[in-house]
């Protein structure tokens, strides 16, 4: 699979915007903030943080609901929500590019929740809460696996949206740069034992490489899948360079 | 108990709902048990009532109570022609009801059933994440066969023309092969008549069991007027097999303004009500079968905070608390006849 690629505060008008790009997702998020907030929305106490996800064709429908569901909360705990009182955070995810599944005809409004695009979207938005120098507790990466339908439950990393079709289970699950569970969310059926294999592997693929020596050993696991937190500093730092060129 | 200075209990229940909740679970006097601001020990569920068939004119309805949640689920089941679904193959045995859409659920949040619910406007942000929730619950969870919502139809063997009398007997009777002309489609709708938190776990629940109640009549395919014929003699019960639950709980951290320090003390709220729901960031939604004997996990859901962890979230308390939760709920749905 592709490693990632990302494009930087790349939108001129938004205060934060990134382009994140990983298997066959291609999602842009555009962030404004901390603006304040409408008079009916305002908590004296904190920031609002508001998750727009936009599909790919037609309008948002009840889908994108429940992704914005499941990521407004986890970006409401990366930010310190509570410096802002009375403040929105607004985070607008445009989604640009899906993988095609060749074998399923596709609809365009799809009332299922599609959770192989929960990462690119974390991904995305966190990106473009840093271009927009809102100050984060800590960031965050998730990865999706999938159990795949063999006798031996084998977790696959990152699978294809036929993959993830053929799949007995699937699961997102977040962490956050200090090993903690963010967000996880699961469907298919799975027993217990498969799912402390899936917690592991997810951890060992979000957290990876944070400690030099662990690399040699999770070359077994999905080695392919590029460290995304890794990623997201290196492209900040070469973001960073090129802002600071002129010195 | 300290003597009463200044505010009476409801008012500090009122005024600062969150010190109040964390001086119930943590009193001061060691004789007091821990308990909830709604008098609940932390893991203690609301019971639930259910009662199956209420409703005359659906096909399959059920009513489940907890607490001063309720929610009543209709289901009603319309035909559609295969001539009348644009992308229908006869070859598509595995993903039909996917593809053809034939499961239809849909949540509403009655006015008047909380203070936040206002007449008129779209649907809220609440009532659609339900409503993709219990779609999505109902696909991954294979609950439903799509066996049970073909309708077949023998054509007829075609006769041949009779052209002379020795010819006739001479052809043989073809047999018709039976194709499926039609589906049934399940509207399942989700009515909240009163909400007082977890709202997933009940419409959940309403939805398991208005379906184990749901017998569609018979069906029949009449070729002469192209329409689908039922009769209301002996109709046929849903094959629902599987019993998922749905378990959710919300973590409390008895820290209202900071964030939880690595070490803090949290409590884990089974069945949280709508204020609990409020005081709470972090949300945990487990749905399991124990039907015939093995347990299997649906799916896992969690949310806004990392309290809750990894290893936590595997346990064997967590798990063996949601099977305690899922033979509540599953004996009240299969109990109540």
């Known amino acids: 699979m592709a490693p990632p690629t990302a494009e930087l505060s790349h939108l001129p008008k938004a205060d934060g915007s990134a382009n994140f790009a990983f298997g066959g997702y291609t999602i842009t998020a555009a962030v404004n903030g901390p603006v304040e907030a409408q008079r009916r929305d305002e908590n004296p106490f904190e920031a609002l943080v508001d998750v727009n996800v936009r599909p790919a064709a037609g309008v948002g429908g009840t889908a994108e609901r429940q992704l914005e569901a499941i990521l407004q909360p986890a970006l409401r705990h990366l930010i310190p929500v509570r410096n802002f009182p009375r403040c929105v955070i607004q985070v607008t995810l445009q989604v640009m590019e899906v993988p095609e599944n060749a074998y399923v005809n596709t609809k365009?409004?799809?009332?299922?929740?599609?959770?192989?695009?929960?990462?690119?979207?974390?991904?995305?938005?966190?990106?473009?809460l840093l271009t927009a120098t809102i100050p984060l507790k800590t960031v965050a990466s998730a990865t999706c696996l999938a159990i795949t339908n063999d006798d031996e439950s084998t977790v696959k990393v990152d699978?294809?949206?036929?993959?993830?079709?053929?799949?007995?289970?699937?699961?997102?699950?977040?962490?956050?740069?200090?090993?903690?569970?963010?967000l996880a969310e699961s469907e298919g059926s799975f027993s217990a034992e498969e799912w402390d294999k899936v917690l592991q592997t997810a951890e060992k693929v979000c957290c990876r490489s944070q400690e030099a020596e662990d690399d040699a050993e999770m070359g077994g696991y999905g080695a392919e899948s590029e460290n995304v937190q890794q990623f997201m500093r290196s492209v900040l730092e070469a973001k960073a360079a090129e802002g600071l060129h002129w010195r | 108990m300290a003597p009463e200075v200044g505010l009476s209990r409801s008012t500090f229940a009122k005024l600062s709902p969150h010190p109040y909740l964390l001086a119930n679970l943590e009193p001061s006097d060691d004789s007091v048990p821990p308990a909830r601001s709604n008098g609940r020990a932390p893991?203690?569920?609301?019971?639930?009532?259910?009662?199956?068939?209420?409703?005359?004119?659906?096909?399959?309805?059920?009513?489940?109570?907890?607490?001063?949640?309720?929610?009543?689920?209709?289901?009603?089941?319309?035909?559609?022609?295969?001539?009348?679904?644009?992308?229908?193959?006869?070859?598509?045995?595995?993903?039909?009801?996917?593809?053809?859409?034939?499961?239809?659920?849909?949540?509403?949040?009655?006015?008047?059933?909380?203070p936040q619910f206002l007449p008129g406007g779209p649907p809220t942000t609440l009532a659609q994440t339900l409503s993709t929730r219990i779609y999505s619950l109902l696909h991954s969870s294979k609950l439903l066969r799509a066996e049970d919502l073909r309708i077949w139809h023998k054509r007829p063997a075609e006769a041949p023309i009779p052209v002379d009398e020795e010819e006739e007997g001479g052809n043989e009777q073809q047999e018709g092969e039976e194709t499926v002309v039609a589906y049934w489609v399940l509207y399942i709708d989700l009515f909240f008549i009163s909400f007082d938190g977890n709202p997933f776990d009940a419409a959940w629940a309403a939805t398991v069991a208005a379906l184990r109640?749901?017998?569609?009549?018979?069906?029949?395919?009449?070729?002469?007027?192209?329409?689908?014929?039922?009769?209301?003699?002996?109709?046929?019960?849903?094959?629902?097999?599987?019993?998922?639950?749905?378990?959710?709980?919300?973590?409390?951290?008895?820290?209202?303004?900071?964030?939880?320090?690595?070490?803090?003390?949290?409590?884990?709220?089974?069945?949280?009500?709508?204020?609990?729901?409020?005081?709470?960031?972090?949300?945990?939604?487990?749905?399991?079968?124990?039907?015939?004997?093995?347990?299997?996990?649906?799916?896992?859901?969690?949310?806004?905070?990392?309290v809750m962890?990894?290893?936590?979230?595997?346990?064997?308390?967590?798990?063996?608390?949601?099977?305690?939760?899922?033979?509540?709920?599953?004996?009240?749905?299969?109990?109540?006849?």
Request: aromatic share 4%.
């Open chain 1, 108 to 128: 365009v409004l799809q009332p299922r929740l599609n959770l192989g695009i929960i990462p690119a979207l974390l991904h995305a938005s966190i990106l473009g």
């Open chain 1, 159 to 182: 699978p294809t949206p036929a993959e993830i079709d053929q799949a007995r289970s699937v699961h997102v699950l977040g962490f956050t740069a200090s090993r903690d569970l963010l």
């Open chain 2, 43 to 114: 893991f203690e569920v609301r019971t639930p009532t259910v009662n199956l068939s209420s409703l005359s004119h659906a096909h399959g309805s059920a009513l489940v109570r907890t607490g001063d949640t309720t929610v009543i689920c209709g289901i009603r089941g319309e035909t559609i022609l295969t001539d009348h679904i644009p992308n229908f193959r006869a070859s598509n045995t595995q993903t039909e009801l996917a593809d053809y859409d034939l499961l239809v659920p849909n949540i509403e949040l009655a006015t008047g059933s909380a």
């Open chain 2, 213 to 306: 109640d749901t017998k569609l009549p018979q069906a029949r395919y009449d070729p002469d007027r192209e329409m689908i014929i039922c009769s209301r003699k002996d109709p046929r019960p849903l094959t629902v097999e599987t019993m998922p639950i749905a378990c959710t709980a919300v973590i409390f951290t008895g820290k209202e303004t900071k964030d939880q320090a690595p070490d803090g003390k949290f409590w884990m709220l089974a069945d949280p009500d709508t204020l609990e729901e409020s005081l709470c960031n972090e949300t945990v939604t487990i749905v399991i079968d124990c039907s015939g004997g093995s347990r299997r996990i649906l799916s896992i859901s969690k949310h806004g905070g990392t």
């Open chain 2, 309 to 337: 962890s990894a290893k936590l979230l595997g346990s064997k308390e967590f798990l063996d608390w949601a099977s305690k939760r899922w033979e509540g709920l599953a004996s009240a749905i299969t109990g109540s006849r």
